[in-house]
């Protein structure tokens, strides 16, 4: 059983930065193939950047270029950078891990607003 727990949300205005982090336990993280993913009010929840056990990333169209994800394998956690932050990303922000099965974070709010 996977056990993660993100961190790192809150309030920001537009053009902002923020870093959203997960840390996970349960497991060996090093073979996990991680995620984030965001749900806004009234829509379906999309994947935003995942990175493979080996490094390899990728991201939606819509955050390419301003969102990073990345992993450091000996602290078991997982980085999401969000730079010029833009009120369509507000969204509550889900940390996923893959491995046989599928596991999720409880979700930390993003809001980009003036």
């Known amino acids: 059983q996977v056990q993660l727990v993100e961190s790192g949300g809150g309030l920001v205005q537009p053009g902002g930065s923020l870093r959203l982090s997960c840390a996970a336990s349960?497991?060996?993280?090093?073979?996990?193939?991680m995620g984030w993913y965001r749900q806004a009010p009234g829509k379906q929840r999309e994947l935003v950047a995942s990175i493979s056990s080996t490094g390899t990333t990728s991201y939606a169209d819509s955050v390419k270029g301003r969102f990073t994800i990345s992993r450091v394998n000996a602290k078991n956690t997982v980085y999401l950078q969000m730079n010029s932050l833009k009120p369509e990303d507000t969204a509550v922000y889900y940390c996923?891990?893959?491995?046989?099965?599928?596991?999720w974070g409880q979700g930390t709010q993003v809001t980009v607003s003036s």
């Open positions: 349960g497991t060996s993280f090093s073979v996990l193939r």
């Open positions: 996923n891990a893959n491995y046989i099965a599928t596991y």
